[in-house]
């Protein structure tokens, strides 16, 4: 199965030499499940510091490629690089090592816990963990808890949740409780994150407040965002460039405008009818 690639189109985003470096760098990536190629022979890059949006019609195969790119599952064939270096078929917890997180990867919230503890938590190799750490290297280990509680500070402003910090983490709002999974992500100090459709069952005003929070993290800590998303609106309010998959490959990349405006998106993503905008 193969989409038929509009000529010209497929080659992945010119940018001025030097202004741009590539973080995730996908290279003509299959994925075979039994007789179903899913992904066929994808090629695409994600460039630092960009939020880069994956969009395409149902099993165009986006989860897929997150899939491959995030550690879930090897590609049948292709090569995946990560700062350049070849990071094909690595586990998630070695693409994690290296700055690479999709989110919702983290376990959930500690209901029971306030807010900022649930991201105080979260810091991986903290000494505190360390019974025998804590009872001979107090110094140490209460220095790492003034850095972590500042960090977590820091992050809660970020994501104008400061005013819940003392919340337990149950009582929050479904929104709040998303955005606080971002905290926790950010508390790891990621590179690059993968977002699956962040707006699945979240209202606008949420949505608002989540799409928000990514483009401080974008701007403000540089961190460069991959997103899957339905939802349009929020592809066109976050996302430049937009890679559109159909069929398992991918079909075309570039501002949300001009895929909108292309025929050959229009007729395989949305079946000949108007890209439509969310009411
Ligand atoms: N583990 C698997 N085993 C077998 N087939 C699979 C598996 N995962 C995905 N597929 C198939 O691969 C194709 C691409 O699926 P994928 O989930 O990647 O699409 P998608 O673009 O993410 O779709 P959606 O937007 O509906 O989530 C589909 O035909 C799907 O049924």
Known sequence: ????????????????????????????VSKRFGNLLAVDRCSLKVEKGSITGLIGPNGAGKTTMFNMVAGAFAPTSGKILLDGKDVTGLPAHELFSRGLLRTFQIAQEFSNMTALENLMMVPANQSGENVINAFFRRGRVMHEERGTRGQAEEVMQLLRLTHVKNERAGNLS?????????GRVMMTEPRVVLLDEIAAGVNRTLLNDLAAAVERLNKEK????????????????????VIVMAAGSVMMQGPMEEIRRHEGVIEAYFGGGKVEKRA
């Not at 992945?12 to 760098?25: C, Q, R």
């Not at 479904?174 to 971002?182: I, P, S």
């Not at 540089?222 to 460039?241: K, Q, S, W, Y």
């Open 1 to 28: 199965m193969r989409a038929e690639v509009p000529t010209g189109t497929c080659a992945p985003l010119e940018h001025a030499a030097g202004t741009m470096t590539t973080i995730i760098d996908v290279e003509n």
């Open 222 to 241: 540089g961190l460069t965002f991959f997103v899957i998303e339905h939802d349009m609106d929020l592809i066109a309010r976050l996302c430049d460039p």
């Open 174 to 182: 479904g929104g709040q409780k998303k955005l606080l999974e971002l």
